[in-house]
């Protein structure tokens, strides 16, 4: 198993899919939560995933250029297949995507959305709150920011 990191024309249909499906499964059926998942953005997105040997993936998460989404850098979407919680792909996911956004793509700040019962997770790689809890799609989410040359580290 590898990580990957691909632009959307660079996809596979296969990959695409497995994508959508992971996404659907965990943020709108396991969370309950229904919300616009094919919002366009993904076009403009770096697809950051760990596959297994079958094709299914086993965590994700979409990244952007500064101005790409937001005003800042961002990472979104951020997941891990349900069965592979345990496993430490939530921690490798964060440090290879900061890696990404921060030594290869040279951007100064990194920008979150994150869902405030992860708050604690994303601090441990040097995000801060940046706002005050708030409903968005139906959950509470907290906005948070990360500055280049933090220390990434992610212990839970």
Not at 2 to 15: D, I, P
Not at 83 to 89: A, D, E, F, N
Not at 110 to 128: M, N, R, T, V
Request: proline share 1%; with cysteine.
């Amino acid at each position: 198993m590898n990580w990957v990191v691909k632009e959307f024309n660079q996809l596979t249909n296969e990959e695409l899919y497995e994508i959508i499906r992971l996404r659907v499964n965990v943020f709108i059926v396991e969370q309950n939560c229904p919300y616009e998942e094919l919002d366009g953005a993904d076009k403009k997105a770096l697809h950051l995933f760990l596959k297994d040997e079958k094709g299914a993936m086993l965590a994700y998460s979409r990244l952007f250029l500064k101005g790409d989404y937001f005003e800042e850098a961002s990472i979104g979407r951020v997941i891990v297949a349900q069965k592979q919680r345990s496993l430490g792909y939530g921690v490798q996911l964060l440090n290879k995507a900061i890696s990404i956004l921060e030594e290869e793509k040279e951007q100064k700040s990194i920008f979150i959305q994150a869902q405030s019962y992860l708050e604690k997770f994303y601090q441990s790689f040097g995000f801060y709150s940046v706002s005050e809890s708030y409903m968005h799609d139906g959950l509470l989410h907290t906005d948070m920011r990360k500055e280049r040359n933090k220390p990434i580290g992610g212990s839970i």
